[in-house]
């Protein structure tokens, strides 16, 4: 059964430093997404990605934070100076379709810690 | 953010009892529901979901029903097992903001052999 997969599985950084989050949706999808889950928080939606380029946003995706598929396979996430709030969990997702009528399947995830 | 809301963090049930899950939501723009089981280590993963239009939609042993005029749903699951031990999660969207997902706090439900 096709599904998403990301790298790495648990990343540890500095505050201050650039993380890239990787990501390889199912291959027929179209719409890409990524969630966050801070320890003991609900799960957040950050973006969703569309065409090659970003059709929703949250108030928690500043500029700090940016997307990309960089070919036809991987989908990032980009942050460019992590602070401490930013560990968590960071789930990427993709359906089929751009409609909300449309179960989004999720990766197992990224724990980014930030020391 | 209070749009979905799942009350009861914790659930015990004995193997072969139902299960019943609850979730509430305030934003009555909300029109598909979705549940999610979520294990330890492990990504959300898909397990039945629901349009506003409807008021069941039943897949094996999991059935969710959705009641608009008091903004509630819950899921079912009969006959529960053992390994149906996990995080469930409710989530809402609504076609007028795109496809975001927004999701309750998650219930975690033990079943006990």
């Known amino acids: 059964e096709p599904e998403v997969t990301q790298t790495p599985s648990h990343q540890v950084t500095q505050m201050g430093q650039e993380v890239i989050l990787r990501c390889v949706p199912i291959s027929n999808h179209l719409y890409f997404y990524w969630y966050r889950q801070i320890l003991g928080q609900k799960v957040e939606f950050l973006v969703s990605f569309y065409n090659n380029e970003i059709s929703e946003k949250s108030e928690i995706f500043d500029d700090q934070f940016s997307v990309e598929r960089p070919d036809g396979s991987n989908f990032t996430l980009k942050i460019r100076s992590t602070k401490l709030e930013d560990s968590a969990m960071y789930f990427c997702?993709?359906?089929?379709?751009?409609?909300?009528?449309?179960?989004?399947?999720f990766g197992p995830g990224t724990r980014l810690t930030v020391l | 953010d209070q749009q979905v809301k799942q009350n009861s963090p914790s659930l015990s049930v004995q193997e072969g009892r139902i299960s019943i899950l609850n979730c509430d939501y305030t934003n009555s723009m909300f029109d598909y529901f979705l549940w999610y089981k979520k294990y330890p280590a492990e990504g959300p993963t898909f397990l039945i979901s629901i349009s506003s239009i409807k008021d069941k939609n039943e897949d094996g042993r999991f059935t969710v029903f959705l009641n608009k005029s008091a903004k509630h749903l819950s899921l079912h699951i009969v006959p529960s097992q053992p390994g149906d031990s996990a995080v469930y999660f409710c989530?809402?969207?609504?076609?007028?903001?795109?496809?975001?997902?927004?999701f309750g706090e998650g219930t975690q439900l033990t079943v006990n052999p």
């Open positions: 997702a993709s359906s089929e379709w751009r409609s909300s009528y449309n179960e989004q399947f």
């Open positions: 989530a809402a969207s609504e076609e007028t903001s795109g496809s975001r997902l927004t």
